[in-house]
């Protein structure tokens, strides 16, 4: 596609329960990100992808948390047992790393989903 | 000492003037230096990056980079009410993929 898709844009779980937000990256970009945005906040990162491994998971939070990429494409995001404090907009990015240009290769992010646990 | 750091602003700019975005970073290892655009309410966009020191243009945009101080500025020419956003600034570091970023400064141009 054009850009990364991200899906649902919105959605409110009721704490406890468990939710699942898609990511759809810009088609040949091998590396994959989830951050998360809490309102009035930086970008705090979760994890990355590259291909359909995860080399860095460092920034998942707790072990409610975790995701995976199949076919070197879609990422989900899982979130286990929800819960109030995991209300925040969820960002995915993609970007086309290429070897020995680490350095210049950007973050293309989709348009979020926007998660509300009540 | 966050890795990345920014004043969260507000910064407040007459219409035409420059604007003066500064992000210093703790890393020495720190390799590339990117500036985003955030409107309220949407998704980061990417204005610039620059790994070399000194400065690099991009129409109204400069980034600027001194790796013995360890900042890296955004300055905005001709300054637009449209420029009016918080713009974030990311690091990542040599070797590493993920990007690290600040906690965002937000700039408003007056009319």
Known sequence: GAGVS?????????????????????SGHTALYWYRQSLGQG??????????????????????FSAERTGGSVSTL???????????????????LRPGEWDNSPLHFGNGTRLTVT | QKEVEQNSGPLSVP??????LNCTYSDRGSQSFFWYRQYSGKSPELIMFIYSNGDKEDGRFTAQLNKASQYVSLLIRDSQPSDSATYLCAVRREGAQKLVFGQGTRLTINP
Request: glycine fraction near 6%; charged fraction near 25%.
């Open chain 1, 6 to 26: 991200q899906s649902p844009s919105n959605k409110v779980t009721e704490k406890g329960k468990d939710v699942e937000l898609r990511c759809d990256p810009i």
């Open chain 1, 43 to 64: 970008l705090e990162f979760l994890i990355y992808f590259q291909g359909n491994s995860a080399p860095d998971k460092s920034g998942l939070p707790s072990d409610r």
């Open chain 1, 78 to 96: 899982t979130i286990q047992r929800t819960q109030q404090e995991d209300s925040a907009v969820y960002l995915c990015a993609s970007s086309l």
């Open chain 2, 15 to 20: 219409e035409g003037a420059i604007a003066s």
